[in-house]
């Protein structure tokens, strides 16, 4: 099914929205915390564990602001995916090729990529040990190997499921978010009852969701099929969104289109060939039957990290392996030679691409700051980006901080409020500003 043509809802032709997202693209790949001081001569050996939006930025800033060191980049994967696109394709919107770009388009001159997967970390040692058993020691380290999807914690579910049965995933890579859109299509073409939510455990980008719980519903009305379909929306615990104000501006939302809630609901199995998901819920368990269900599964770091010193020993984020770092500075707290960027890092907020953007200068600044024996000066307060589709055309652009406040880049925009440039923003903007963020320019 060819993806679908979305309208800006707001009146305006096409051609102008076009001309508005050119320009807000250039306005948003406009370089952020760029250095105006030469490149700093050093014989540094510096490893970057992952090669994702966050490895390829921090290599890409480090070549910037760095002259003789040794920079190698560890990332196994020729294809880069630009991940913010999943739900895009998953709501029919972008073919899955939108998504997908090549790593080494991305590498800077200077770095050498070692197309390999890191099996073990030794902080104690300065030194990581790949797949193939190749040493690499360092003196600095920065880790970026993002997340990994544990499909397999939930019984019954694998991502061969997906395109199947009424099965959505778009986590999963290109392929499977395109199958996602297939059984939501089919699903709007019979109505029934569609299941939505989220895993218990920290996310990426914890906004999409309600993104695709928002788009079914505007595919079924856009159908004329939304009286003909029932949208649960089972939520991991007591709220649908961490930070307060947006979380009743969702209420609102929901009860508008009519998508019923239920609380503290955690999906645990599923019966593919029945069509019924059980979830865990403080009553105990409960069985619920689909037309249509959106897996997403828990997320915890890679097995090689978990199994490393690296994470955090007690609290909130050492079930999963998330890394140790200080929230402000990025440098992990046992190991002052260790960095973290990007989804891996044990912090309140910050697993979406928009975090990356201002995590990385943070942690390179402070980097750089240890080798030159100067003060750092950028520091990190938990900035988060959720363009949080409401239906096609419209969105709110929800922009936050560590302690829940509201952060507006636009504020001509009220980020509670659905605005038809919030979706431009999103759809035409943003991956313009993802692949300078990646060449180290924004």
């Known amino acids: ?25 250039l306005a948003l790949a406009t370089p952020r915390h760029a250095s105006a001081t030469a490149p700093v001569n050093t014989k540094a050996r510096i490893v970057v564990a992952g090669g994702g939006a966050a490895g390829l930025t921090v290599a890409s800033r480090l070549a910037r602001r760095l ?36 790593t080494a388009d991305f590498v800077p001159s200077g770095v050498r990529w070692v197309r390999e997967s890191i099996a073990e970390f030794d902080p104690t040692g300065n ?6 058993n ?14 990994v999807l544990d499909y397999d914690a939930i019984q019954g579910m694998s991502r061969d499921l997906i395109g199947q049965h009424g099965i ?9 978010a395109e199958a996602s859109w297939k059984a939501l299509a089919a699903f709007c073409e019979t109505g029934g009852t569609g299941l939505f939510g989220r895993p218990q455990t920290e996310m990426k980008c914890a906004g999409a969701p309600l993104k695709q719980t928002f788009l079914g519903d505007d595919h079924l009305r856009r159908k004329r099929m939304r009286g003909k379909a029932e949208l649960i929306y089972n ?18 939302l929901f009860a508008r289109q009519e998508i019923k809630t239920n609380f503290s609901h955690v999906l645990k199995s599923i019966d593919p060939a029945k069509r019924v998901a059980t979830y865990t819920t403080p009553g105990g368990p409960v069985e619920m039957k689909w037309d249509f269900i959106n897996v997403i599964p828990p997320m915890r770091a890679p097995v090689a990290i978990r199994n490393s010193p690296l994470p955090w020993q007690t609290g909130a984020w050492a079930a999963d392996g998330w890394i140790e770092v200080d929230r402000a500075t990025l440098r992990h707290v046992r190991f002052a030679n260790i960095f973290g960027v990007g989804d891996i890092n044990g912090v309140p907020k910050g697993k979406t691409a928009a975090s990356v953007k201002w995590q990385a200068p943070v942690a390179v600044d402070h980097l750089v700051a240890t080798i030159t024996g100067k003060p750092a000066t950028e520091t990190y307060n938990g ?4 363009p949080l589709i409401t239906r096609i055309g419209q969105a709110m652009l929800v922009e936050f ?20 440039l919030a979706w431009v923003i999103k759809e035409k903007a943003l991956k313009a500003n993802y692949t300078a963020m990646l060449h180290g320019l924004a």
């Open 383 to 386: 900035y988060t980006s959720c």
């Open 401 to 420: 901080d560590y302690n829940d406040n509201l952060t507006p880049s636009f504020p001509f925009i009220d980020p509670l409020q659905e605005h038809w």
């Open 168 to 176: 959505a995933s778009v986590y999963a890579g290109p392929e499977q």
């Open 127 to 132: 030194k990581v040990v790949t797949d193939t």
């Open 67 to 102: 002259h003789g060191a040794e920079i190698v980049m560890v990332e196994p994967r020729a294809e880069h995916n630009y991940q913010p696109g999943y739900t895009l394709v998953g709501a029919g919107l972008k073919p899955a090729s939108y998504v997908k770009l090549a």
């Open 1 to 25: 099914m060819p993806p679908i043509t979305a309208s800006s809802g707001s009146g305006l032709s096409r051609r102008a929205l076009l001309r508005g997202s050119s320009a807000l693209a």
């Open 134 to 147: 190749t040493t690499l020691s360092y003196d600095f380290l920065v880790v970026a190997t993002g997340l």
């Open 235 to 252: 939520a991991h615990n007591p709220t649908l969104f961490s930070v307060p104000k947006v979380d009743a501006r969702v209420r609102e």
